[in-house]
């Protein structure tokens, strides 16, 4: 699987943006994909992972602002992201990792084999 990601840029305090991550997949596969930010000088963190059949995990610390969703059909991750705040400033990483049906997506970073290139988000008045 390939995956691209779009969608990030600029936005004020208070802000919304949403985040898109391809995926070009080739033949029938199942894959748990997720979003993970790193701040400039900090590690990546998880934000929100989704399986196969759409079952979806938060980090702690992400929930309350951050929706996560896909469409199947188009192969589409999508990340909304709401309120934004400095601190939310970030590279947002998309990434994915094969796994069998009915399978719980971690938000472990070493599980997740396939990354995108990743989106910056800057959060700034």
């Known amino acids: 699987v390939e995956l691209v990601e779009s969608g990030g840029g600029s936005v004020q305090p208070g802000g919304s943006l949403t985040l898109s991550c391809s995926a070009s997949?080739?033949?029938?596969?199942?894959?748990?994909m997720g979003w993970f930010r790193q701040a400039q000088g900090k590690g990546r963190e998880a934000v929100a992972v989704?399986?196969?059949?759409?079952?979806?995990r938060y980090a702690d610390s992400m929930k309350g602002r951050f929706t996560l969703s896909k469409d199947n059909a188009k192969n589409t991750l999508y990340l909304q992201m709401y309120d934004l705040k400095p601190e939310d400033s970030a590279m947002y990483y998309c990434a994915a990792y094969p796994t069998i049906q009915g399978a719980i997506c971690t938000l472990r970073l070493s599980d997740y084999s396939t990354w995108g290139q990743g989106t910056q988000v800057t959060v700034s008045s």
């Open positions: 997949v080739s033949g029938y596969s199942i894959h748990c």
């Open positions: 989704i399986s196969n059949e759409g079952g979806q």
